[in-house]
């Protein structure tokens, strides 16, 4: 098999050429953005925002930074003005059910004007209510109706005793009641002088007194009659009169509503209590009066609370609203979505009504869309499934937690629920997505469509454009310096760099603005009114830098040999083998020596990695197929009479990942067919049972922590890296990197076969089968042949002597 | 002057005191009265005797106001329940007193109630009662002892209401240029407060009486600085006079005792009317 030419440097490096741009710097251009390789994305949440039906809202899902949220908005600001304004919603005093303030919904921008007709209303009452109830009519009428009563009684009881001044007997106010007694020129006869009457006399008097006395108690058991109808006739005038005084006030408020039957009826039920409670507007506040400031205040406040019945709590006005809202909760708490009933504190004890409820994001996006974070939503206690009831019931009923789970004991309210028109658009990575479709049975119910963006975008012009435009808007709104265009090709290559595919972009869109931001700060550093390139280029090794402490340590420790990493000679079974390091979001990569030593056994190969639980179930799984490869390739007609071992040497921690599994071969191969391996390559890549070298990731890392090495113990022109060949169109590789190779100081090989891979590292060609499936003399294939063939027969042997020797005995 | 105008004649005030809500009117009108004059006060209790011999009547029951049941007068308790009030009326003569820093006494006397009053203090210039004390029919108009006091008193006596202020407000004066009106006019101006107008209506049905009197009084209100209107009404009728006045909406009543008019118009026009009533007598 031939071996492959060295990659050529603009193989390792993908350039956008800052010519294809028309602009000079991002101010030429118009500013806007357009979401670019998106496209699945924005479909769905075309079709997701498009049908109105029960359940069609959307979870926009991908990883964070990919301008989901930017996405979402964008569309909506599109969509949501065209949309009709949605109505306003407010609260009112329910005067049959107080628990249950009633929602009242208006034309937009009416929930204000209702308010302050409210308002003004209370505030007019409090002179119109006074006027009426001291004008001279009512003063008389009222004052007729007591005397009517008083003269009522005091007749009755001045007959009475008229009749009895005629018998000489007195009526006398006793401190408890009245009292008949007998009287002699205007003085009651006192005892001694009454016993002095003659009996017969006596008998008369007190006769007479008993006769009085019953008609005295006959009128005073029809005084509490008389009160309680002269008590009804001024209740029935100041029904008159404070019904006279607010009719012109109410019928000039019910004008304004007339096409509204809830707000008629509203305004009904105020009047008739407004009548029924007139004289609350004829008290005035007299604190001089009051000798204890706690019996003051409390009056106050009492009939403070009295007039809140009359005010209208306004929990939506869309007056200013231009279309449909479009809400984005940042804290999707649940008190926070359906809104909450607060308390305030009075003397001591916690109180509310329906003017402290508050409305929740689910009113404000009430007829238009809410945006909200899945994760932090799932985060809030109880949120979710606050959103579902409210989505699945298509109403807002505001519940108080505390009052749910017993934490407060004070009355509440259960205001009536406001009826939801809404589409909920849910941020969120990938995972939740998948664990709420397959864990909770409403999500898919709710959550019909799905908008999967995409990690990464092709790369063309377009996407190069688009790139410009995010940094040229990104510019203007944040008053950042404009870009020329060799400073947007150079965020372009490094979008690609992250993608870790030449032919790709990120659309991880966060970090680029994070570049953005700081290479705006290095040029005002530098006095410069444009980024450039180097400014681009300083703040990616400024980058590289602040992250690179513990792969400077590393490359330390084994440039002291701490870490024994060979880079210059030749060794038999034994390989550097490469391996990528994530630290938050920095990777690197680094050399990791890997041995084999084989040995006469029963034909398996030992992972040291999984026989001490510090390698992967993939790892695992690579060094399986190694057997499976040695197998069918050298023993198809023999036992495999080989025990290898392979092992990641200095590796203190768990390997993962099949990458080395191509290096574990090459080790392999050299320790059984004892051909010494060239230290001065790396290897990477996986392998089939065929010997096919697969594609791995982080090519770039990869290659760039062997570089590293090499580069500070000195290049020698010999150093380089086997990757596999399906990975050439990844590399993006660092400047330095390309210099090297293009100076023939390092080279990359793109390997398919480990046949090709096996003769570069040993120098020795690796020989193709000829006719008859034997190896031609002198290659690695027929070493390695040869070698187990010598250790099969070997093994045979033994068995046959172990045999002999069983019969024998 | 006048020798009844002179400033300063008020120097005693004596008031009712029997726990009604007329006495209660009566206490702070006099106690504003006196503080005012810096006048001392005296409260007059009275224990009814008629009540006394009354409860010692062995057939006697009385029937109860809330309940129109009848029971048993018990004269122990009965001078108790006396006691009782003749106290609270002390303790609220007091507070008032104290409040506003005034000279005062208490007196408690047992007798006949009208009889009493008259009697109990006579060093006092204004004896302060309500219009109806403990009346058994609430009747509307004067009470037993305010026309014993109206009718047979020699002394300056000052009906009160509640409800309304005695002095603090507008002051009415009947003026028919007699000497009893202008004794009446003299006390008017003497207890009139800072903020008061006064009302003069002049009776005389003589087309110029209003002149007339502008010029007899006209120099003594103006030097008291009060501001004074003048109305004419020539009625002879107490029940035509008390609508005018009420129509007028003044506060007090001041009435001279020797009025040019019949007896029965002054009668009427105290029964009828809804003010306090100040009657103005030479001593």
Known sequence: ?809 | MHSSMKTGMIRSIAVALDCSPHSRASLVAAAELASRLRAELIGIFVEDINLLHMARLPFIEEVRRYSAKTGKLDPDQLERLLRLQARQAGEMLQQTAEALTIRHTFRVLRGMVPEELMSAAPEADILVLGRSGRSPSCRKGLGSTARTALNEGKKTVLLMRPGVTAAEGPLLVLYDGSEGSMRALGVALEIAGPESVLHLIVTDPAPDAEELCRQAVGPIVESSGIPTEYHHLPLTDGHQLARYIRMIDSGLLVLGDRLDMPAETLRDLVDDIDYPVLIVRQE
Request: aromatic share 8%.
């Open chain 1, 1 to 809: 098999m031939q071996v492959p030419e060295k990659l050529a440097p603009c193989q390792l490096f993908s350039q956008c050429d800052p010519q294809e741009f028309e602009f000079q710097t991002t101010a030429d251009l118009d500013g806007t953005i357009e979401i670019a390789g998106q496209q699945r994305a924005l479909d769905a949440i075309r079709l997701g925002m498009g049908i109105r039906h029960d359940g069609f809202n959307l979870f926009a899902l991908g990883p964070a930074g990919t301008g989901k949220q930017s996405a979402v908005l964008q569309f909506l600001s599109s969509l949501a003005p065209e949309a009709p304004r949605p109505d306003d919603w407010c609260y009112v005093y329910d005067f049959e059910k107080p628990r249950n303030p009633k929602a009242l919904r208006l034309p937009p921008g009416r929930a204000c004007a209702l308010s302050s007709d409210m308002d003004h209303l209370v505030e007019t009452l409090f002179s119109v209510m006074p006027t009426a109830f001291s004008s001279e009519e009512y003063q008389s009428r009222e004052k007729e109706i007591q005397e009517s009563f008083q003269e009522q009684q005091g007749k009755a009881i001045e007959v009475l005793e008229r009749e009895a001044q005629e018998h000489q007997i007195a009526l006398i106010r006793t401190p408890g009641g009245f009292a008949f007694a007998p009287t002699h020129k205007g003085k009651v006869i006192e005892s001694d002088n009454y016993m002095r009457l003659k009996p017969e006399e006596r008998a008369s008097i007190e006769k007479e007194i008993e006769i009085l006395r019953d008609r005295l108690q006959s009128i005073m058991a029809q005084i509490p009659k008389w009160h309680r109808e002269s008590v009804e006739k001024i209740k029935e005038l100041n029904r008159e009169v404070s019904g006279f005084a607010l009719k012109p006030l109410m019928g000039e408020i019910r004008s304004k509503y007339l096409v509204l039957v809830d707000v008629v009826r509203y305004l009904d039920a105020i009047e008739n209590d407004i009548i029924e409670n007139f004289d609350q507007f004829l008290e005035k506040a007299q604190p001089d009066q009051e000798l204890f400031m706690m019996q003051t205040s409390q009056k106050q406040m009492s009939r403070g609370r009295f007039f809140v019945r009359y005010r209208v709590n306004v929990m939506i006005d869309n007056s200013s609203m231009n279309g449909a809202p479009v809400i984005l909760e940042d804290k999707p708490a649940c008190q926070n979505l359906i809104g909450d009933i607060e308390h305030s504190a009075q003397m001591g004890t916690l109180v509310t009504d329906f003017t402290l409820i508050k409305p929740g994001a689910l009113h404000r996006a009430n007829g238009g869309y809410l945006v909200l974070d899945a994760r932090r939503l799932l985060m809030e206690p109880f949120a979710w499934e606050a959103l579902k009831k409210a989505i699945r019931t298509r109403q807002v009923r505001i519940e108080s937690l505390a009052q749910l789970y017993s934490l407060v004991s004070t009355i509440s309210l259960e205001p009536e629920p406001i009826p939801l028109d809404i589409k909920v658009i849910l941020l969120g990575e990938r995972m939740l997505y998948y664990l709420l479709s397959t864990y909770d049975p409403d999500f898919n119910e709710l959550f019909k469509v799905a908008a999967d963006f995409e990690d990464e975008m092709d790369r063309n012009h377009e996407t190069h454009l688009a790139y410009a435009r995010l940094i040229g808007s990104m510019a203007v709104r944040e008053k950042l310096r404009h870009f020329d265009r060799d400073a947007v090709a150079r965020v372009i290559e490094q979008g690609s760099r992250l993608a870790g595919d030449a032919t790709k972009l990120t659309t991880n869109l966060q970090g680029i603005c994070d570049l953005v931001h700081e290479a705006d700060y290095l040029a005002s550093g530098a006095g410069r009114d444009t980024v450039t390139a180097d400014d681009v280029q300083a703040v990616l090794d400024s980058q590289l830098h602040r992250a690179s402490r513990i792969q400077e340590r590393l490359q330390e420790a084994m440039m002291r040999g701490t870490i024994l990493i060979d880079t210059d000679s030749e060794k038999i079974g034994q390989i550097n083998g490469l391996a990528v390091y994530s630290l938050g979001d920095r990777n690197f990569g680094r050399p990791s020596r890997i041995t084999a030593r084989a040995r006469l056994g029963k034909g398996e190969v030992i992972d040291i990695e999984r026989e001490v639980e510090m390698g992967g179930p993939i790892h695992s799984k690579g060094v399986m197929i190694l057997s499976g490869f040695l197998g069918a390739r050298y023993a198809a007609d023999q036992p495999l009479s080989l025990s290898a071992t392979l092992v990641f040497e200095q590796s203190y921690s768990g390997v993962d990942g099949d990458s080395a599994s191509s290096a574990e071969l090459y080790a392999l191969l050299s320790a059984i067919a004892a051909i010494p391996v060239r230290q001065c390559f790396a290897v990477t890549g996986s392998v089939n049972q065929y010997g096919e070298v697969q594609a791995i990731g982080g090519v770039n890392e990869k290659i760039e922590g062997f570089f590293d090495l090499c580069s500070e113990r000195g290049l020698n022109g010999h150093h380089g890296v086997l990757i596999p060949a399906s990975n050439v169109t990844h590399l993006m590789l660092r400047s330095d990197i390309v210099k090297a190779v293009e100076s023939g100081l390092f080279s990359i090989y793109p390997v398919s076969h480990v046949d090709q891979g096996i003769e570069i590292l040993t120098g020795v060609p690796a020989g193709e089968p000829v006719a008859g499936g034997a190896w031609p003399p002198g290659t690695v294939n027929a070493m390695v042949f040869e070698r187990l063939k010598a250790m099969a027969e070997k093994q045979k042997s033994f068995a046959s002597d172990h045999e002999k020797d069983q019969t024998k005995s």
